[in-house]
């Protein structure tokens, strides 16, 4: 599991440009699935068929993309300015190291005046940032465009014995869980076609969530993201890392779908939580909800400390008891889903 993360996590998808690797996560679903294809908007799905005629369909998905930066001009001194893609928080860029993706990736900072030179207790913007490449400007303006997207840069991997962190694992960790179910299943007796969704542009909008979504028209469908973690600086609404897998409760969730997840949970010994969701749950589960003439949803999360910077850190356990509880699922289903009728 971790080198399948730190694969994914390997990956740069700034939203909008996950089509740099798109092809290679469909090739890594074709090895368990029986058809794979990216759809217009650049969504990979996948599908696992039970060869039942009329089998339900149940689709399971986590988003590819991630929060980034997008070079906005390039200054006399060949410094490049930039703007966020997605909900990148300006409090952790100062000093973070970056990948710009121009006519070759280059490796970069990004500056700020020494604190002694800043007015005391302001907090600088993304305005007024500035990504170094240690290049002359000649040069940078050869390799760099308006327009290039920017990456957080690598972080370091194993931490501990039983956590990982780094770059992008919202959501890429829950890609790797759909890949381990897909591969869990994919010699084994089922009487449900599964299709396994890897969507792009979650994190501006939950665009690919809504697309496939609606092209798929899944009987039911499981959303899988991250949830806070429990940090130093934050408790609330946050849950401890290694907890197990969290279980979304709320309006945006199908409430006999998510209670079929408490028992499948239950009855297989597997650890999970519940987050209580009064409103938009802000993943993909909103949309697909919505798709169509609705889809009975429910939301799986993983915890995670320090969303959206270069050091997403999560517990495997939690990725394993994910892939364990949808596994089981799976293979619970008798491929009669009137129980999801109210």
Not at 70 to 96: C, H, I, K, Q, W
Not at 188 to 199: E, K, R, T, W
Not at 294 to 302: H, N, R
């Amino acid at each position: 599991m971790r080198k399948l993360i730190k694969k994914l996590s390997d990956m740069r998808c700034v939203s909008g440009f996950e089509y740099r690797h798109t092809d290679e996560i469909l090739q890594m679903f074709m090895e368990y699935c029986d058809d794979a294809e990216i759809d217009s908007l650049g969504s990979v799905i996948a599908v696992k068929h039970c060869g039942l005629e009329n089998a339900p369909k149940l689709m399971i998905e986590a988003h590819c993309d991630e929060i980034g930066l997008m070079v906005t001009s390039v200054t006399d001194e060949g410094y490049l300015l930039f703007a966020n893609v997605g909900g990148v928080d300006e409090r952790t860029l100062p000093m973070t190291e970056v990948v710009v993706h121009g006519k070759e990736d280059l490796w970069g900072v990004i500056g700020i005046k020494p604190n002694y030179l800043l007015e005391s207790g302001k907090t600088v913007k993304i305005s007024e940032l500035a990504i170094d490449t240690g290049l002359d400007a000649k040069k940078v303006k050869e390799l760099v465009a308006v327009g290039d997207s920017v990456t957080l840069a690598q972080s370091v991997g194993k931490l501990g014995k039983k956590q990982f962190s780094g770059k992008s694992l919202d959501d890429r960790a829950s890609v790797a869980a759909i890949l381990s179910v897909m591969k869990n299943i994919a010699e084994a007796n089922i009487n449900i076609d599964v299709y396994a969704v890897a969507a792009v542009q979650e994190e501006v909008g939950c665009r690919g969530g809504k697309t496939t979504a609606y092209g798929i028209n899944p009987d039911m469908a499981v959303a899988i993201d991250v949830c806070h973690g429990i940090t130093p600086d934050n408790s609330d609404n946050a849950f401890e890392v290694g907890m197990g897998t969290i279980i979304s409760v709320g309006p945006n969730l199908h409430p006999k779908l998510t209670r079929a997840l408490f028992d499948t949970a239950k009855r297989h010994g597997i650890k999970c939580g519940t987050d209580v969701d009064g409103g938009n749950t802000g993943t993909d589960a909103w949309e697909i909800q919505v798709a169509r003439n609705g889809v009975p949803t429910a939301l799986l999360s993983i915890p995670l400390k320090y969303m959206h910077t270069s050091v997403e850190t999560l517990a495997l356990s939690d990725v394993k008891a994910t892939v364990k509880l949808l596994t089981e699922f799976i293979k619970e289903q008798k491929g009669d889903i009137s129980w999801l009728n109210f």
